[in-house]
């Protein structure tokens, strides 16, 4: 039987430690990890994140540029501008319909064929949380939840398509920044893997308590934002991952695709 096989499969990769990627087909984290570098900075920092998966739709412009150009189709290549006015970061959702923008006070959603304004995301875990963009997960956007007034921030999940709050973005104590980068990749049905990376907990001088240095990955159920695993970067390359109760060491991590 396929269950059985898969199941055995696991079990011995999870003995020895086998590479990700030939290890699980059955919905978990594995086959999603990678490991990234930020470039942002002189020396490159290396990361554990998540496969980007193609999408139909792409979204390409300068922050508080007056349009944007959206892509959709087979390969993105139909493309057309869209108004937005004055704006921060863009995600577009995967058939191209709607965009999410960083805006002045809150995370906005416009409609990709007219540019208007369908609504705007607003944080229920602090209010003045409510800024910056946000990142597609279907019909859910991962909203940053930029304090306005000050660098730190409180993500969240909410409803792109009717703007209901849905939850915390890991848990009611977790914390962010306005530099935090985030990969998100699709596992199956509700669930995604959502990679979070902090540089300056990289370069901090004591050892970083968060995990974010090194990158962490969550595979969430975005309808009820409820974490099912985690999977920790080590330093050196290698990944605990956490299912439960039970952790699991993955002695490798392939370097992420080329974009």
């Not at 079990?11 to 059955?26: E, K, T």
């Not at 058939?95 to 002045?104: F, I, K, M, Q, T």
Request: net charge positive; glycine share 12%.
């Amino acid at each position: 039987m396929k269950l059985v096989g898969s199941v055995v499969v696991a079990l011995l990769a999870s003995l020895v430690g086998a590479p990700v990627g030939a290890a699980r087909a059955d919905g978990t984290l594995d086959a999603a990890l990678c490991r990234r570098q930020d470039t942002r900075w002189d020396k490159p920092i290396p990361y554990l994140s998540v496969v980007r998966a193609p999408t139909a739709a792409s979204v390409t412009g300068e922050a508080g540029a007056p349009t944007v150009t959206v892509c959709r189709g087979p390969g993105s290549t139909r493309c057309a501008p869209v108004s937005l006015g004055d704006h921060g970061a863009v995600d577009v959702n995967a058939d191209g319909s709607l965009l999410v923008v960083a805006a002045a006070r809150a995370a906005r959603i416009h409609d990709v064929r007219t540019g208007k304004l369908k609504r705007t995301l607003v944080s229920k875990r602090i209010r003045s949380y409510s800024c910056g963009g946000g990142r597609w997960l279907g019909d859910v956007v991962l909203a940053r939840g930029d304090n306005c007034e000050e660098f730190d921030a409180l993500p969240y999940l909410a409803n792109g398509r009717t703007g209901r709050y849905i939850a915390a973005f890991v848990s009611k104590t977790f914390e962010a920044n306005g530099e935090t980068l985030y990969d998100v990749a699709h596992v199956e049905g509700s669930r995604w893997a959502i990679a979070v990376f902090d540089h300056y907990q990289a370069e901090a001088d004591v050892v970083d308590p968060t995990g974010l240095g090194v990158g962490t990955v969550f595979l969430i159920d975005v309808k009820t934002g409820k974490v099912k695993a985690t999977a920790h970067g080590v330093a050196g390359g290698g990944v605990v991952i956490d299912e439960g109760k039970a952790s699991r060491p993955v002695a490798s991590v392939p370097a992420c695709p080329a974009p």
